[in-house]
């Protein structure tokens, strides 16, 4: 079995709709310019709040991608 590698970014997405959708924005930000996107984890959930309701959401991620060969021997 091939061994893995994986580089960790961290990650802030916002929505002023859900948690879930402020998931799915980092990724799918993340995805535009990260290549071999492979997991992520929920590290804090926080938000904004104005007039006593919660106006933004905003998760922090921390995501994972394998690295492509030439970037393995890169320090």
Same mark, same amino acid.
């Not at 007039?51 to 991608?65: M, N």
């Given at each position: 079995?091939? +061994?893995?590698? @994986? *580089?960790? &970014?961290?990650? #802030? !997405?916002? +929505?002023?709709? +859900? #948690?879930?959708?402020?998931?799915? =924005?980092?990724?799918?930000? =993340? !995805? ?7 997991? $992520?984890?929920? =590290?804090?959930?926080?938000g904004?709040?104005n ?5 933004? @959401?905003? &998760?922090?991620?921390? &995501?994972? $991608? ?8 890169? *320090?």
């Amino acid at each position: 079995m091939e +061994s893995h590698v @994986y *580089k960790v &970014v961290e990650l #802030v !997405g916002t +929505s002023p709709d +859900s #948690v879930e959708d402020a998931v799915a =924005a980092a990724l799918k930000r =993340a !995805g535009e310019t990260l290549r071999h996107l492979r997991w $992520f984890e929920v =590290a804090q959930i926080r938000g904004n709040i104005n007039k006593g309701v919660v106006a933004d @959401y905003q &998760v922090v991620l921390k &995501v994972g $991608f394998t690295l492509d060969r030439d970037d393995e021997g890169m *320090k």
